[in-house]
């Protein structure tokens, strides 16, 4: 159920990738219930670690298409790794829920707030350390419910707080009302009731809250896009007698007949490095929208075997402007860097990519028409707080995302939705709008409460042409996770977990 929440995975006749919250609080629910019936802080981590690699296993089994169809290793072997990643990341949660076990028995009446506070931080550690893969988090299932209206003030990790807090608290007033409470932790009964209340009136606050209360940015204007999805099969993409051909003629006809102020192509819609090109192929499109006083983004590698290599994207801008470039800070793991120890894992997979260099954090806006665009490659919109780091100054902070993706690796499955779920909640955390152009989707264009204005059919070649608003002004989110990173919500979770010393 957790992992079905952030993203339905098969089609039975509405729609595949379809947001449901009330799976995820009742997932989590059921987990609740079971630590309350635990014994033991060893009982305690075990259901949870069970529970954390299922949901996870099922939240990214699509890894298994790129390593094993398009990367060539084992079907066993791919199996094994995609079951071992998730393994590895539910030991946050096994070892949050042992020590909630042990806080839990001192102090029961918190126990809600206690669950939300670890579970939170296991989600942020699982997220941002040893590079960080928080995918799937439990926010991202309440895009279309009512918790939604936090993501402006806490982020995807703040929803994920609320939602745990509120299961556990439902899940102790069912088990003491069904008389389960032999089957509690000492000191768990009716008169808690309170503290239940005001965790479950957390969940009920944005139903009296007037939406107007929560809009933090106006509006800066309006810019046509036309975003760009070649649908290159992942196989022949880096072939050069076929994919690398057609996307060199596909992207440069669909780029120089573009009749908007801005066009967009995906992660590596050139697939070759400018050298590599045949001649004169980026110059006829630098001088083609330099004389049609129109600008265009479009990923492509840079580098060479003295300075290093990067995963990129050029804007090309009008008449009189410069052009500049964005470097992916955001490095996949065995995709785009090897982990130390780990190069013996890359050779068994036949992936053309390898170690990248690191782009910096908050690398210059790029500007049209009175817009300025933040781009961000492939994954990096997973990451909150590292976006954030564009709005230290309200001045010069973006007023619309560009994200650039080739989901192509993992073939027409769930991770396409989840990717743009990913994006609506940035949307929704910055209140900026998100231009998406991918490969073979989701291409879209979103405004900036998150919601879908326009989109291209997934698996096709297209080009979306659409309208997005841009806009000014700071949400809560972003001004704190800009200044502080994730501290704040390490901080609020440390000050609930630590006020005691954990006895025997």
């Known amino acids: 159920m957790h992992a079905a929440s952030t993203g339905w995975p098969v089609d039975l006749g509405w729609s595949r990738g379809q947001i449901l919250w009330p799976l995820h609080v009742a997932s989590m629910a059921v987990l609740a219930a079971c630590l309350l019936r635990t014994r033991s802080t060893g009982q305690a981590f ?26 060539g290793l084992a079907a066993p072997l791919a199996v094994l790794a995609v079951l071992l990643l998730a393994g590895a990341l539910a030991t946050y949660f096994g070892l949050a829920c042992g020590l909630w076990w042990r806080l839990a028995q001192q102090r029961p009446r918190t126990a809600p707030l206690l669950f939300g506070a670890l579970w939170m931080m296991a989600e942020m550690a699982r997220g941002t350390w040893l590079t960080g893969f928080g995918w799937g988090a439990g926010g991202y299932a309440h895009l279309d419910g009512p918790l939604v209206f936090y993501a402006p003030w806490v982020g995807v990790y703040g929803i994920t707080a609320v939602a745990a807090a509120m299961a556990m608290a439902m899940a102790q007033s069912v088990l003491t009302k069904l008389h389960f409470a032999i089957a509690l932790p000492r000191g768990f009964s009716l008169r808690h009731r309170r503290m239940w209340g005001g965790v479950v009136l957390a969940g009920l606050l944005p139903l009296i809250v007037p939406a107007s209360a929560n809009q933090w940015t106006l509006s800066s204007g309006s810019l046509s896009v036309t975003l760009l999805q070649g649908n290159i099969p992942q196989n022949e993409k880096f072939e050069v007698g076929t994919g690398v051909q057609r996307a ?19 992660e590596t819609a050139i697939p070759l490095l400018p050298r590599e090109l045949p001649a004169g192929y980026l110059e006829a499109l630098r001088d083609h929208f330099a004389e049609a006083g129109r600008s265009a983004i479009v990923g492509i590698p840079l580098g060479d075997d003295r300075e290093g290599y990067s995963n990129s994207v050029l804007a090309l801008p009008g008449a009189g402007g410069q052009a500049l470039r964005y470097d992916k800070h955001h490095l996949v793991p065995f995709g785009e860097f090897i982990p130390p120890m780990f190069r013996w894992f890359t050779a068994l997979m036949h992936i053309p990519l390898g170690d990248f260099n690191r ?27 590292e976006l954030a780091t564009r709005f230290t100054d309200a001045a010069i902070a973006p ?37 998406r152009a991918t490969n073979t989707g989701a291409t879209a264009i979103l405004d900036h409460q998150g919601h879908i204005t326009a989109a291209l059919p997934r698996m096709t070649a297209g080009a979306l042409v659409g309208e997005v608003q841009g806009r000014e002004g700071m949400t809560p989110f972003a001004w704190w996770a800009s200044r502080f990173g994730l501290w704040p919500l390490w901080l609020l979770g440390l000050a609930l977990v630590l006020p005691r010393k954990i006895k025997g």
């Open 248 to 266: 060199l003629a596909w992207y440069q006809g669909e780029m120089l007949a573009a009749p908007t102020a801005l066009v967009v192509a995906p």
């Open 46 to 71: 075990r259901a949870a670690w069970v529970f954390g690699t299922s949901f996870l296993a099922c939240t990214f089994w699509w890894l298994f298409v790129a390593m094993h169809t398009y990367g």
């Open 359 to 385: 782009g910096a954090l908050g690398q210059p806006s790029f500007e049209v028409q009175g817009q300025r665009l933040a781009p961000n490659i492939c994954y990096e919109d997973l990451f909150g707080e």
């Open 399 to 435: 007023t619309v995302f560009v994200n650039v993706s080739n989901l192509g690796w993992f073939g027409d499955t769930v991770a396409v939705d989840q990717h743009l779920a990913i994006s609506r909640m940035r949307a929704l955390e910055f209140q900026r709008p998100f231009v």
